[in-house]
């Protein structure tokens, strides 16, 4: 048995700072997460991948994000139960306990769940042979090293921020990079989308439009051509040995969705005064919490974290009164 404040369920970075925000009232925490490293999407999906709104940082890849992250949160010595899934929690607000299907027993005062998309999975586009393909790495859905990319003639199929963000950072490393979408407008934020077209003026990247992929050609697991149709049933096929289809990732939350929770389309609906859901005591912040007005930023992540802390303290330290004093003078401990 496991004794602590809080049980923070997903060790990304809106659960990673949740320790900080925690620490520094003095309230202890334990990390949980069913991946084996801290960091969440960021750290197992796209390490390498530039992120440009994180306060003070003009540009930050995800990976470096988790490690200035995993620094921060040092002086805290919060344990951290890796490659557990929480399979069950029983109790109430200031007596919660959690099973791990590892066989862990946390007691915890409050749960906060920052388990982000849950236990995220890629939607796999339908396409016959994928699977030999997937096995040797010629279709893959996550970039973890931009240099294996070097050289290589790359098809990206999506319309969303990761075809886009993706098409940018590899186009000064592949020797070619096709971008399949089924329409000229991307969901993607405007001035990445905008960058796009800009590299495709110059030639860096070609736009396949509107078409979406229709089909594999290879042997034996490996990519020579990237079959894509367009509305009318015509076809065109493309020369490339990668394919990265980003149609985004399922949504699973797993044994979470089982204990009662308010959801809203597989997403947990709280106050977003205090990020408490409909359970007192239960807590959810980052990607897996919804309200009116939610924007999935890891910026807004960080800001919840710090407002669940604040409103956990009562939980955990009933009638003590809490003085709030900035980090600038408060220090950490």
Known sequence: MIETDVAIVGAGPAGMFAVFECGMLKLSSVLID??????????ALYPEKPIYDIPAYPSLAAGHL????????????????????????????GAFTLHTDKGDAVRAR??????????????????????????????????RRREDFRGRHVVIAGGGDSAVDWALALKDVAARIYVVHRRAKFRAAPETAAQLDAAAAAGEVEMVIPYQLHALHGRDGAL????????????????????????????DLGPIANWGLA??????????????????????????????GKLKLILQGFSEAAMAAHAIHPIARP???????????KGVP
């Open 319 to 329: 009638g003590e009164a809490l003085h709030f004093e900035y980090s600038t003078t």
């Open 34 to 43: 069913a991946l084996g490293e801290l960091g969440g999407q960021c750290a």
């Open 66 to 93: 988790v490690t200035q992250l995993e620094a921060q949160i040092a002086p805290f010595n919060a344990p951290r139960l890796l490659n557990r899934r929480v399979d069950a929690l029983e109790g109430q607000a």
């Open 110 to 143: 409050a749960v906060v769940i920052a388990a982000g998309a849950g236990a995220f999975g890629p939607n796999r586009p339908p396409l016959e042979g994928l699977e030999d393909y997937e096995a040797g790495g010629a279709v893959q859905y996550y970039v």
């Open 224 to 251: 020579v051509e990237v079959e894509v149709a367009d509305l009318d049933g015509g076809t065109r096929r493309l020369a490339a040995d990668r394919l990265l289809p980003f149609f985004g990732l399922s949504m």
């Open 263 to 292: 959801l809203e389309r597989h997403h947990l609906a709280i106050n977003p005064a205090t990020c408490e859901t409909n359970i007192p005591g239960i807590f959810a912040i980052g990607d897996v919490a919804t309200y009116p």
